[in-house]
């Protein structure tokens, strides 16, 4: 499969308007692309597409979309294709997380979590698809995370959503290849976004734990800047790269995860206390 190349190709991204995506966005205009720009947050999205106009991109357009509503995006697909003919690349970015462990968690919000997460993506992806299969060296990208290798505590419902995400885009890569689709899954670790700051705060929170772990998480966990993990992915697209394990920390986990499945979080809890007291 050849290389893929961004300039005059049209790009959907979902989860525009901030962190990676905003990031993702901003790379992409560079390169010239055409950009098709989504996310619920319409001040944000004025705002990047603006930025992405004056970088070069070759066309912009924003569509303000709540993922967690449940449609099915043929009509957004649809205008795609009236007005620029189709998409050749996809990258569901979007994404939410929750706080509390599963005890604590409302069903309600472990729902909308996975609407947006997982069924968004299915969702998207469905609806695109005709589209990337009629144009030769389309790509697809869906970003998984560090919790789509493992599952820490406190992470069920966003755990379950991305090892879905990882499990959903390696089966499509295998059934895209012969068609000449490229698929690739992201699992950042580390990248500093507003996605913990923001979390929904699911059950009671009565002594403000839950928001004051968000904040700590904020703080020291997320460190990579958003434009370099963008950059990481731009190139993983242009090369074809099945997968993409963002941060040495995560690579190291992953590994972890992989030669001791069954452990590999004990591990890392002794790990953590003991650079506590050193």
């Not at 670790?189 to 968000?214: E, P, Y």
Request: glycine share 8%; with cysteine; net charge positive.
């Amino acid at each position: 499969m050849q290389r893929f190349t961004f300039a005059g190709r049209t790009c959907v991204i979902t989860g525009a308007a901030g962190g990676i995506g905003a990031a993702l966005t901003l790379e992409l205009a560079r390169r010239r692309a055409v950009l098709v720009l989504v996310d619920k947050d319409t001040d944000g999205l004025a705002g990047i597409a603006k930025m992405a106009r004056d970088l070069g991109a070759t066309d912009v357009s924003t569509y303000e979309i709540d993922l967690s509503d449940g449609a099915d995006r043929g009509d957004l697909a649809a205008e795609v294709s009236s007005r620029l003919g189709g998409a050749d690349l996809l990258i569901n970015n979007a994404g939410v997380t929750l706080s509390g462990t599963f005890e604590q968690n409302r069903m309600a919000d472990v729902e909308w979590l996975l609407e947006i997460n997982l069924h968004a993506v299915l969702r998207m992806t469905k609806a695109f698809l005709p589209q990337l299969l009629a144009r030769p060296g389309s790509h697809v990208v869906n970003i998984s995370s560090l919790f789509g290798l493992i599952a820490p505590p406190g992470q069920v419902a966003y755990a379950t959503s991305k090892y879905a995400v990882r499990g959903f885009t390696e089966a499509l890569r295998h059934e895209l290849a012969p068609r000449g689709v490229g698929v690739t899954v992201v699992h950042p670790g580390g990248v500093r976004t507003n996605i913990a700051l923001n979390a929904r705060l699911s059950g009671t929170d009565a002594d403000g734990a839950q928001a004051a772990d968000n904040r700590h998480f904020h703080e020291t966990a997320l460190t990579l800047p958003p434009e370099e993990a963008a950059r990481q992915i731009v190139a993983a697209i242009q090369s074809r790269r099945p997968r993409l394990v963002i941060t040495k920390a995560a690579r190291a986990a992953d590994l972890l995860a992989r030669v001791m499945p069954a452990r590999y979080w004990s591990i890392s809890e002794r790990v953590a206390r003991t650079r506590k007291l050193t």
